[in-house]
């Protein structure tokens, strides 16, 4: 037996919450500071936050103490970047998801791609539909203006939260076993980053905007568009099978500038709905594809400027007189192929950090 709140959330005969709408997710867990996976109250169990990016991250690669530049400009170090958590869902996310990732990325790049083709790719790219929707969670909470005198608004205020309810959606099937159609899974890219001493062995990035998200750990670079059930993968398989060797940084970042740029350009958009059995609560979360998978007309400067903003931190050391800001944005240089459309296996070997 289901019960329906005036928001329109359900909830069984335990009060457990079996769907969130997209107005209690905004009231209970964007603006408030309930669980973010169960939606408990902290006066009703033993909370011990979550961090953003997972602790064992944080210690490979030497992370608690670093400080992250938040898009207010404002700093936070990684060891305090959390998000409200009850106990219980937090040790099963460690259990049923962060030890199996760390495990498959800590054997390196052939151990994650045996992964995917043994188990397909659900499990991460859940997990970075998890990173995703925490980081933008946390910027809800973090306020836009430090300084009070310009404005109570939160950095999460700019956001329209549609999309993170489905994200949320999707993160919370893995705690509760919900049924997800094989269509709601979005682009996965599992690339070799390359490794040297010349440049830090982690990397995040995503992109509010276009639903595109980059982590890097080691020698395993995941990207992946959550929203495009896969259409990014049909647009760039020719760019794809090109890259003949392990990327830099900055070529990563390349790659996340196209698929955003792909994504961004999508004429007709799949569409995620989440439904529920009333007689036996069961939950499925659905996707209903366009008839077509077509791309809007796109310009080498649109693409261009995604490139700088994504690259722009990072070529400060890159000594070629040929990278200036003018020529990337008017997408006269790239990173990831030559010319010739050869792809560059030399990409930053002189970079300095
Ligand atoms: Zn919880």
């Given at each position: 037996?289901?019960?329906?709140?005036?928001?329109?959330s359900?909830i069984d005969?335990s009060g457990k919450v079996i769907?969130f709408?997209?107005?209690s997710f905004?009231s209970r867990i964007?603006?408030g500071d309930d669980c973010f996976l169960c939606g408990s109250k902290k006066e009703e169990k033993k909370f011990n936050d979550e961090?953003?990016?997972?602790?064992?991250?944080?210690?490979?690669?030497?992370?608690?103490?670093?400080?992250?530049?938040?898009?207010?400009?404002?700093?936070?170090?990684?060891?305090?970047?959390?998000l409200p958590c009850c106990e219980e869902c937090n040790s099963y996310l460690?259990?049923?998801?962060?030890?199996?990732?760390?495990?498959?990325?800590?054997?390196?790049?052939?151990?994650?791609?045996?992964?995917?083709?043994?188990?397909?790719?659900?499990?991460?790219?859940?997990?970075?539909?998890?990173?995703?929707?925490?980081?933008?969670?946390?910027?809800?909470?973090?306020?836009?203006?430090?300084?009070?005198?310009?404005?109570?608004?939160?950095?999460?205020?700019?956001?329209?939260?549609?999309?993170?309810?489905?994200?949320h959606?999707?993160?919370r099937?893995?705690r509760e076993?919900?049924?997800?159609?094989?269509?709601?899974?979005?682009?996965?890219?599992?690339?070799?980053?390359?490794?040297?001493?010349?440049?830090?062995?982690?990397?995040?990035?995503?992109?509010?905007?276009?639903?595109?998200?980059?982590?890097?750990?080691?020698?395993?670079?995941?990207?992946?568009?959550?929203?495009?059930?896969?259409?990014?993968?049909?647009?760039?398989?020719?760019?794809?099978?090109?890259?003949?060797?392990?990327?830099?940084?900055?070529?990563?970042?390349?790659?996340?500038?196209?698929?955003?740029?792909?994504?961004?350009?999508?004429?007709?958009?799949?569409?995620?709905?989440?439904?529920?059995?009333?007689?036996?609560?069961?939950?499925?979360?659905?996707?209903?594809?366009?008839?077509?998978?077509?791309?809007?007309?796109?310009?080498?400067?649109?693409?261009?400027?995604?490139?700088?903003?994504?690259?722009?931190?990072?070529?400060?050391?890159?000594?070629?007189?040929?990278?200036?800001?003018?020529?990337?944005?008017?997408?006269?240089?790239?990173?990831?192929?030559?010319?010739?459309?050869?792809?560059?296996?030399?990409?930053?070997?002189?970079?300095?950090?």
């Amino acid at each position: 037996m289901l019960y329906k709140y005036v928001d329109g959330s359900l909830i069984d005969e335990s009060g457990k919450v079996i769907y969130f709408s997209n107005e209690s997710f905004v009231s209970r867990i964007c603006e408030g500071d309930d669980c973010f996976l169960c939606g408990s109250k902290k006066e009703e169990k033993k909370f011990n936050d979550e961090h953003v990016i997972p602790k064992w991250l944080l210690s490979k690669h030497d992370l608690f103490k670093v400080e992250i530049t938040l898009p207010n400009e404002s700093k936070i170090r990684y060891d305090k970047y959390t998000l409200p958590c009850c106990e219980e869902c937090n040790s099963y996310l460690g259990q049923n998801i962060e030890t199996e990732i760390q495990s498959i990325t800590g054997k390196g790049i052939e151990s994650v791609n045996q992964y995917i083709v043994k188990n397909g790719p659900w499990k991460i790219f859940l997990w970075l539909c998890l990173i995703f929707l925490k980081t933008h969670l946390k910027d809800s909470l973090l306020r836009m203006h430090l300084d009070r005198r310009k404005g109570d608004g939160n950095i999460g205020d700019i956001y329209n939260w549609g999309f993170l309810h489905h994200i949320h959606c999707m993160v919370r099937a893995i705690r509760e076993n919900s049924s997800i159609e094989s269509q709601c899974c979005g682009s996965l890219f599992v690339l070799q980053a390359k490794v040297t001493d010349h440049y830090d062995s982690y990397d995040y990035r995503d992109i509010y905007e276009a639903n595109t998200i980059l982590l890097r750990t080691g020698d395993v670079a995941f990207l992946a568009v959550l929203d495009d059930s896969c259409s990014a993968n049909n647009f760039f398989y020719n760019h794809f099978q090109r890259i003949s060797g392990p990327l830099s940084p900055i070529q990563l970042r390349e790659v996340l500038s196209h698929i955003t740029l792909l994504n961004l350009k999508l004429k007709n958009r799949p569409r995620y709905f989440t439904k529920v059995n009333p007689k036996n609560g069961d939950v499925t979360i659905k996707a209903e594809l366009p008839e077509e998978w077509e791309l809007e007309d796109h310009t080498r400067e649109e693409l261009g400027s995604i490139l700088w903003s994504n690259v722009s931190q990072m070529i400060e050391s890159m000594e070629d007189p040929n990278l200036t800001e003018e020529n990337v944005t008017q997408g006269l240089y790239h990173f990831l192929f030559n010319e010739k459309d050869e792809f560059i296996k030399n990409s930053m070997d002189f970079y300095k950090k």
